[in-house]
């Protein structure tokens, strides 16, 4: 059900669910091998950028998999949410941009796992919801990520009534950073790529980092972190070399001297 390609030199990874025939939903069996995807992907060192996506045009992750879940009972019900929460944190704690490419439904788990990745970029023809409260469970897990990223009214309209909302309302209310046509996704995605590789390597793994730590901390505390972060990249390989490149395309002055 899940699918790891690798660019040449493996510095782009495209993890896929591939499920389309039940919308890319994921029953513990498929997330636990989701998890293990993006966690293999932890210690990959020259990796750069990872690609979450689901195979066909239908669907990104269309939730959960409700028949599965319609036979838990209470003392077994956990292991569902767990493993979403499994799913998402591995997404979280991958050390590079996680990049997701949603072609089309995305709800319940693959809305959480979707707000677990660093940037969304969706088909305009993508619906998302949270609708759990219409299957009479609320919505737990990697759902407490939505309020910083559409504040508390849109959370709590999409928790409290489980209605679906399509892209565009999406992207007017910030959960989704770009739009495209789908014909257009994969251009839109290439695009955030190609401007994370001109970047420093070892920059987007501290930057990453640091956005994890400004989640948990304090204002005062995450200005101290990252100026600890910014004095620890000075005087690197990375930061001369692309410091000089910078100072020897410009030493003449935009205007050419």
Known sequence: ?????????????????NNPAQRNALGNAGKRELAEAIECLLNEPDLRV?????????????????TEM??????????????????????????????????????????????????RAAADTAWFGMPEVLFGLPSGMEACLLPQLIGWGKTRELVFTGRHINCAEAAACGL???VA???????????????ILKAGPNAIRAQKELIRDWERMSIVEAIQQGIRAVAAAH????????MGAFIDRYKNGPNGG
């Open 1 to 17: 059900m899940i699918e790891t390609a690798f660019s040449p030199g493996r510095t782009v990874a495209t993890v896929t669910v």
């Open 50 to 66: 990872v690609i979450l996506t689901g195979a066909g045009d239908k669907s990104f992750i269309g939730g959960a998999n409700i």
């Open 70 to 119: 319609a036979g838990f009972v209470r003392h077994d019900a956990s292991e569902g949410p767990s493993l979403t929460h499994r799913v998402c944190e591995a997404v979280r704690r991958c050390p590079v941009p996680v990049l997701a490419r949603i072609n089309g439904w995305c709800l319940g788990a693959g809305l959480e796992i979707a707000a677990s990745c660093d940037m």
């Open 176 to 178: 989704v950073e770009r």
């Open 181 to 195: 046509p789908p014909d257009k996704l994969d251009a839109a995605v290439e695009d955030w790529i190609a401007a």
């Open 235 to 242: 005087g690197t390989d990375e930061t001369k070399r692309l």
